[in-house]
Nanobody
């Protein structure tokens, strides 16, 4: 089992920045791929970004590319999402997720076995 805990959410004005963290604990395998998803009110959960277990591959959704940066520090078992130039449409609950399969189907929620509880990000105009 892997436990994931997000932190760093909050309320900011449009154009502002936030940095989310996702701390992993438990049985962490060496090939654990990680991802960020978000769910806005009344909408389905959607893919935001993913990073391979060794950081060798990083993928972003088109809506956040160029504004968000995903990274990880395996020595601290922590993943980050730096969010810049935030827009009101970025308002959502942000979830981190872990995929131990090694297949890296990064945008498919069903690939991720472990999920955090989510952290709220609110961007006002």
């Amino acid at each position: 089992q892997v436990q994931l805990v997000e932190s760093g959410g909050g309320s900011v004005q449009a154009g502002g920045s936030l940095r989310l963290s996702c701390a992993a604990s438990g049985r962490i395998s060496s090939n654990l791929d990680l991802g960020w998803f978000r769910q806005a009110p009344g909408k389905e959960r959607e893919f935001v970004a993913a990073i391979r277990w060794n950081g060798g591959s990083i993928v972003y959704a088109a809506s956040v590319k160029g504004r968000f940066t995903i990274s990880r520090d395996n020595t601290k078992n922590t993943m980050y999402l730096q969010m810049n130039s935030l827009k009101p449409e970025d308002t959502a609950v942000y979830y981190c997720a872990a995929d131990p399969s090694g297949t890296y189907y990064y945008s498919l929620m069903r690939q991720y076995d472990y999920w955090g509880q989510g952290t709220q990000v609110t961007v006002s105009s």
